[in-house]
């Protein structure tokens, strides 16, 4: 047949199907299919796969094929990357379906970085994090070996542990290396604190002092506590240092002089933690937190303090205030808390240990996600032979801030023992 008498007569066939009934169209379909051979029969195929299995997620406006997305959960998401490199490219630049998982996660986000492929990348470190935390494989542990005697008084800031000794020296270390930076002799140290180019050392001899790394001369000395001084705090700015004392006092010194401005009375125990100095010091008492009437139970010598509420430990469980009201907002009771000690508090983690493990909970659920052995560190009243060390990813792991100090502790052969994150798999 012509070609020109062929498109005629299949437009008079088409006229005439178009005016069936359904059921005359099927009949007459497979009447047609019944007379095809295999070519015929091989062409019917592959065009009716192309009608049938339409790629939907291809064919919808990249808004709308997002919309779908946000309904499926990330191990869905991950298998359906597998389907073609169209599936994958869509389902990686679907921003907010990403990041919404890695919030579930308790990671932080960052809205200004719009980079489609991003968060993808993010989601999956973010998972073999979270594993290795609830494996228990998160951490790794090093030690710092160098002093003679026992080490009573650790500080640590910005990758750098300090460590103060009763062999009368103080060390400043780098936690990356494991190197000793500076060495000096001091007086024995039951607390430390230092900047880049001074030490503060509060002493057993009662006696706070100030020393230059450089040449590990004491430039300054603070005489007034009647006790041993377990807790200093400064600021150059103000020109002012806090010491906390085993005489039951707090001390207000001009840093500069040494001379004391001011004694601060009420505490009936050791006052073993001074939380760092941020603006001028109101020299009267607040508020006097307590978890019973009866002030029966005792709260434990550690707190956490960001100027907006208060955290401490106790035998009942970590209780939170508001500072602006002093409200009590809640208590949080793990399984067997008697034990556990609060080392940090943020918005998603908190980091807890006892006398067998380091803990980490989400706060979201009040659960421990996971733990770490600690060996037989020593341990004395006050609780500041060990320390937290990097803090920020209390607030949520951002996969740049789950890195360096974790944990640090003096052991009983006078050596510093360190909990550090492990670098990503």
């Not at 035998?315 to 009771?333: E, P, T």
């Not at 009243?381 to 974790?406: I, P, T, Y």
């Amino acid at each position: 047949m012509e070609k020109k008498d062929f498109e005629a007569w299949l437009d008079n066939i088409s006229i005439t199907f178009l005016s069936l009934t359904d059921l005359q169209k099927n009949e007459t379909l497979d009447h047609l299919i019944s007379l095809s051979g295999a070519v015929q029969l091989r062409h019917l195929s592959n065009n009716l796969e192309i009608l049938l299995k339409r790629d939907f997620l291809k064919l919808l406006p990249l808004e709308l094929s997002f919309y779908l997305l946000k309904w499926l959960d990330p191990q869905t998401l991950l298998t359906c990357c597998l389907v073609s490199k169209q599936w994958n490219k869509v389902i990686s630049a679907c921003t907010e379906v990403w990041q919404t998982a890695c919030k579930n996660l308790g990671w932080q986000i960052d809205d200004s970085v719009q980079d489609p492929l991003h968060w993808k990348k993010v989601y999956l470190k973010a998972i073999l994090r979270m594993k290795q935390l609830k494996d228990h494989e998160a951490f790794e542990t090093s030690s710092l070996i160098g002093h003679s005697a026992r080490v009573y008084a650790l500080y640590y800031k910005d990758g750098l542990l300090c460590t103060g000794s009763d062999d009368l020296s103080a060390k400043l270390w780098d936690v990356s290396t494991g190197q000793c930076i500076y060495g000096i002799q001091t007086h024995t140290c039951a607390a430390v604190k230092f900047d880049e180019q001074k030490l503060v050392t509060g002493s057993f001899d009662n006696t706070v002092a100030c020393w230059e790394w450089s040449s590990g001369a004491k430039t300054q000395h603070f005489r007034g506590h009647t006790g041993a001084v377990f807790s200093v705090d400064y600021n150059d700015e103000l020109d002012i240092l806090v010491s906390g004392s085993a005489d039951f006092t707090v001390k207000v010194w001009a840093l500069s002089t040494g001379t004391c401005l001011n004694t601060l009375t009420g505490h009936t125990e050791w006052v073993t933690k001074i939380w760092p100095i941020g603006r001028e010091i109101n020299c009267k008492c607040l508020k006097t937190l307590s978890v019973s009437e009866d002030r029966s139970i005792c709260l434990q010598p550690r707190l956490h303090f960001d100027g907006k509420y208060i955290v401490c430990s106790s035998a009942l469980g970590l209780y939170q205030w508001d500072f602006a009201s002093y409200d009590i907002l809640r208590v949080i009771k793990p399984p067997d808390f008697s034990n556990v000690s609060l080392l940090g508090f943020g918005e998603i983690f908190a980091l807890l240990f006892d006398n067998r493990y380091l803990y980490i909970m989400d706060l979201r659920t009040e659960k421990l996600i996971s733990r770490w052995p600690l060996p037989e560190y020593r341990k004395s009243k006050r609780g500041s032979s060990f320390l937290a060390g990097e803090m920020s990813w209390l607030n949520g792991l951002n996969g740049q801030n789950d890195m360096g100090l974790v944990f640090a502790t003096s052991m009983p052969d006078h050596s510093i023992h360190l909990v550090l994150w492990k670098e990503h798999g």
